[in-house]
Nanobody, 120 residues
Framework: QVQLVESGGGLVQAGGSLRLSCAAS????????MGWYRQAPGKQRELVAT??????NYADSVKGRFTISRDNAKNTVYLQMNSLNPEDTAVYYC???????????????WGQGTQVTVSS
């Protein structure tokens, strides 16, 4: 059993910052990649940021404002969000591709979601 627990969401004013955390626990051999999606009501789910193989990738809409990072010892991924604007309002979901056994396939696990609301 693998669980991803998110924290750090909340309500902020435009221009403010938040840091989201997502900690994975359970029987984990390795995790790669880890990342963040977001989904606003009536909109498609959007891949926000991913860290994989030592590299990072960002959606164009958040480049220069968001930073994804990992603490491998804690199996935790973070999303530092700066210069937030109302268009960033969404539920943010972390994900992790987890290998539990050698030579077994990767399984995608999801966090429970955390609400980020940016007021104008």
């Amino acid at each position: 059993q693998v669980q991803l627990v998110e924290s750090g969401g909340g309500l902020v004013q435009a221009g403010g910052s938040l840091r989201l955390s997502c900690a994975a626990s359970g029987n984990i051999l390795s995790i790669d990649p880890m990342g963040w999606y977001r989904q606003a009501p009536g909109k498609q789910r959007e891949l926000v940021a991913t860290t994989s193989g030592g590299s990072t990738n960002y959606a164009d809409s958040v480049k220069g404002r968001f930073t994804i990072s990992r603490d491998n010892a804690k199996n935790t991924v973070y999303l530092q969000m700066n210069s937030l604007n109302p268009e960033d309002t969404a539920v943010y979901y972390c994900y992790a591709d987890v290998r539990r056994l050698r030579d077994s396939p990767l399984n995608r696990y999801w966090g429970q979601g955390t609400q980020v609301t940016v007021s104008s």
